[in-house]
């Protein structure tokens, strides 16, 4: 099974293991077509993480690349925030080596042909699907003066409407690169120095040493236990950790006695997402740079302490950060002999940060717009340091095996929709689809509450007397409560569930 936000890209997936492939391969496969497919949540240029079970034991991946060394932060003096398009918000691209350490260790198949729908797909061009076009034209007006942007995604001088072909000849070129040179390409060759000259022709950073000193890392996930399972995250500089605070709060609080949809339940949910959010706020950054490890945030005591804070009457205001949009994909992949994969891969906010090197088809994030400029927070700007992270794969095992494989996509809305999913899963036993389908909500700053009017009149009413000051956001809201898709492993074989929150997108194999 193959599970993500485009058709073409689960099919990609699926047709390496129709040629005798396993899950990673379908993953590889599913990630390089989706940044053909769907550039509007990714590229070349991405950052990723991925969470996987070889058979035996769970992996987990840090793709995530780290800021120039010349990102002092004399550089970004006088700002009042990071910068969020242009040169000055890339750092090191990092989804290229995902891609290649996943394969090296783990897949079967030759990368040429693992790689072979994705080129395909640009070089001959695809139908472009409604959901990624109306982001394309949402996202046109702010980025068409970036440097390269135009000529790579504004054919004709215009964003391209649904269902027209769209071709990328330069992404192709540049896919082809990277199989030929296991990589080198575009870290040490060819394509990392039209990176590196792009960059000083627009007043970047990025440098040649920045590009070959990039390495994905092997991590141990972390995880927390939650309704007789065990939920896995990527640890810090990403945003898992808050689901796992989340969750080992929310666990303390008793969950299921209600329906999952009853105002209680709902109560309890956000009270303990607005803790793990102020803590995350407070204390995620670079590993090296925090103060406190994620084994201090999870400790049963401390969770203890966190949990009797929440107010089962009246909603609270712990004083977490001012969440950010942005835009992601993620896809699952399982295949026949048990192996799973959880993979994100993203350009942060749509696009990215508009730049698009010139005869490439590059596209570069803008990762670096998750950095603080406060000098005393662990998350600080600093040459050769990795940002915060949004993007987060969930995965779940029970007893020791391999249970559910699983992401939500849309900034910061990312672990609270994992903290959702998990709920809905594992306390009352949701399928995957349903879990995906039900309306969400999504904490914002103070009491603020963002739902989905799914929710009910009702239940709205009633989150509000509760002290949640709602805000009830229209159906046609770009993005606000994410996509998602889930994997989940049965007795009887494997269930999928996918939604991207509009029509004629969604999509599980």
Request: hydrophobic share 45%; proline share 8%.
């Amino acid at each position: 099974m193959v599970a993500t936000s485009q058709p073409l890209a689960a099919q990609a997936g699926l047709a390496m293991m129709a040629l005798g492939g396993n899950a990673i391969d379908a993953a590889i496969a599913a990630a390089m077509a989706l940044t053909v497919v769907e550039p509007t949540g990714c590229g070349l240029g991405s950052d990723a993480f991925a969470i996987l079970w070889d058979g035996d034991r769970l992996h987990g991946l840090n793709a995530s690349g780290r800021a120039p060394a010349g990102w002092t932060p004399d550089r970004f003096a006088g700002l009042a925030a990071m910068p969020r398009r242009g040169w000055g918000a890339v750092t090191v691209p990092g989804a290229v080596s995902a891609w290649i350490a996943l394969w090296r260790r783990f897949g079967t198949l030759p990368l040429a042909t693992i790689a072979a729908p994705a080129i395909r797909y640009a070089r001959d061009g695809h139908a472009l699907a409604p959901l990624v076009a109306a982001r394309w034209q949402h996202e046109t007006p702010t980025l068409e003066d970036q440097p390269g942007f135009a000529e790579a995604f504004m054919p004709g001088g215009r964003a391209p409407n649904a269902g027209e072909l769209f071709r990328n000849p330069a992404l192709a070129a540049s896919l082809e690169a990277i199989v030929a040179s296991e990589g080198e390409a575009f870290y040490r060759g060819a394509l990392a120095a039209a990176m590196v000259e792009h960059a000083k022709a627009h007043g970047g950073a990025l440098a040649l040493d920045d590009l070959a000193a990039h390495e994905a890392e092997w991590v141990e996930p972390v995880g927390q236990d939650f309704a007789g399972a065990r939920v896995w995250e990527i640890p810090p500089n990403g945003q898992g950790i808050a689901t796992l605070i989340g969750l080992g709060i929310l666990d303390r609080l008793e969950p299921g006695t209600r329906p999952v949809d009853d105002p209680q339940t709902l109560h309890l949910a956000i009270e303990a997402m607005k803790l793990a959010l102020a803590d995350t706020a407070r204390f995620v950054g670079e590993p090296a740079a925090m103060a406190v490890s994620p084994d201090d945030l999870l400790a049963p005591a401390y969770l203890d302490r966190r949990a009797a804070l929440v107010d089962r009457t009246r909603a609270g205001d712990p004083g977490h950060g001012d969440p950010r949009p942005g835009g992601t994909v993620y896809l699952a992949a399982a295949d026949p002999s048990g192996r799973m994969i959880s993979f994100i891969q993203s350009n942060y906010m749509g696009f990215g940060s508009g730049v698009v090197v010139p005869g490439t088809g590059i596209s570069l994030q803008n990762r670096g717009a998750g950095f603080s400029l406060d000098p005393t927070h662990p998350n600080a700007v600093g040459p050769g340091k990795r940002p915060f992270h949004t993007i987060i794969p969930g995965f779940v095992t029970k007893d020791g095996a391999p249970l559910q494989a699983f992401g939500v996509m849309g900034g910061p809305m990312q672990a609270q929709g994992h903290l959702q999913m998990a709920l809905r899963t594992l306390v009352y036993d949701q399928n995957p689809q349903a879990a995906a389908d039900a309306p969400r909500w999504r904490v914002e700053k103070g009491r603020k509450v963002a739902v989905e009017p799914g929710l009910g009149a009702e239940t709205i009413a009633a989150l509000s007397a509760l002290g949640h000051e709602v805000v009830v956001e229209p159906p046609d809201a770009v993005f606000a409560f994410g996509g998602a898709q889930l994997i989940v492993r049965t007795e009887a074989g494997y269930v999928g569930g996918s939604d991207l929150r509009k029509d004629g997108q969604a999509v599980a194999f």
